[in-house]
């Protein structure tokens, strides 16, 4: 399976998504900075990719630490991970990861742990997560494909894929089970414009694969619909709020209506990581804004006169009435999400 992004010991070293489909090259980070402006300029991208490599640059900085001491090692800490915090606001993941590793940091400060002892308990917690990130892909996967007929045409939106994960994928995740489990399907990727991740990057994981796939240009998706040739639809999602509302690509949320109104499932899959309890409703989620430049342009090629004025919101918010089911990889909740969401994250049995 492809590596999206990887410890080497002396670097944090990824697929440059920026690059892709046309070139296949990996960027090398060498310090916490590599790692934030590699996040922030999009060479990793997606929720819980972008959670991977912020625990990994944090241990990657504090392993290039030249503190003797903890407590000027606890300042660079503290510094790093607020760079890292800096780098895109909305998907939660990002924000956990970079908890659990104050959490590991805490604990191996508190039981007296040396700053060498406390520099390898981090680099740990970094490779645990990216392991876990890869295993919790697979059973969401697994449980995601029982929503899926043998024969199935899946719209997505964005990429959702192993590129978006530490590898297998969250949306197709649960479309390399389902076609693993000998489901005939075909995918039809938007093309997610303006970064174009659907076109790019999810045309890419899949055809690799052998898994059937189709472009088409976000403004189809309606008339696709229309003409019965979307069974159901699956996406990611950046932060999953405590009552089921959705931020993903913008994009999403019209895809959702449209499903609605066709009467064709929208379901979402995404780690429990992605959840934010703490959050009432998507009207509390940041929507990261992203420079005018994504949409003026596609590559070098300007598409726009200067002197129009741009918007980018990177992400929109699907309220919880068109999300048919949340696939998790605890389980699968369905409304009311203020209640199942919350059982699987504490654990409970719904
Ligand atoms: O701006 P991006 O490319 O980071 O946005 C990615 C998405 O919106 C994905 O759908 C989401 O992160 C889920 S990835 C498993």
Same mark, same amino acid.
């Given at each position: 399976?492809?590596? #999206? ?22 960027? =090398? ?24 490599? *912020? ?18 090692? &606890?300042?660079?800490?503290? $510094? ?9 606001? =909305? ?5 956990? &990861?970079?908890?659990?590793? $104050? ?20 680099? *740990? ?18 449980? /995601? ?5 043998? #024969? ?14 530490? /590898? ?53 998706? *309606?008339?696709?619909?229309?003409? /019965? ?50 959050? #009432? ?38 309220? *919880?009435?068109?999300?048919? &089911?949340?696939?998790?990889?605890? /389980? ?10 919350? &059982? ?7």
């Amino acid at each position: 399976m492809l590596p #999206t992004v990887e410890w080497k010991g002396d670097s944090v070293v990824m697929i440059d998504q920026r690059k892709l489909p046309t070139t296949e090259v990996y960027v =090398t980070c060498k310090t916490a900075n590599d790692v934030a402006k590699a996040i922030k300029t999009m060479v990793i991208r997606g929720a819980p990719a972008i959670g991977v490599a *912020a625990a990994m640059g944090i241990a990657l900085g504090m392993q290039r630490s030249k503190a003797s001491g903890t407590k000027q090692f &606890a300042t660079e800490f503290q $510094k790093t991970c607020d760079l890292m915090a800096g780098t895109r606001p =909305t998907a939660v993941n990002l924000f956990w &990861a970079i908890d659990k590793m $104050k959490r590991v940091f805490a604990e191996a400060a508190q039981g007296g742990g040396s700053v060498d002892e406390i520099k390898q308990r981090l680099v *740990a917690e970094a490779q645990r997560i990216h392991d876990e990130d890869v295993a919790n892909c697979r059973t969401m996967g697994a449980h /995601g494909a029982s929503l899926v007929p043998d #024969t199935a045409r899946i719209l997505t939106h964005c990429n959702a894929g192993a590129l978006a994960t530490a /590898g297998y994928g969250t949306a197709l995740g649960v479309i390399r089970a389902a076609a693993g489990q000998g489901k005939k399907i075909a995918v039809l990727a938007d093309e997610t414009r303006p970064f174009l991740q659907g076109a790019r990057l999810t045309a890419w994981e899949l055809v690799k694969d052998g898994i059937p796939t189709t472009v088409i240009t976000d403004n189809m998706a *309606a008339s696709m619909m229309r003409l /019965g040739e979307v069974d159901l639809v699956v996406v990611g999602a950046d932060r999953i709020a405590a009552n089921g509302d959705v931020a993903n690509k913008v994009g999403t949320y019209g895809v959702a209506v449209l499903a609605k109104e066709h009467g064709i499932p929208f379901y979402v899959a995404a780690p429990i990581s992605t959840i934010d309890l703490d959050t #009432t409703d998507g009207s509390g989620i940041p929507i990261e804004e992203r420079p005018d430049r994504e949409v003026t342009h596609v590559g070098t090629s300007r598409l726009t006169p200067e002197g129009a004025s741009i918007r980018n919101p990177a992400f929109d918010v699907t309220p *919880a009435k068109y999300v048919t &089911a949340i696939v998790t990889e605890r /389980g699968i909740a369905r409304a009311p999400y203020d209640v199942s969401l919350a &059982a699987l994250v504490t654990g409970a049995a719904t």
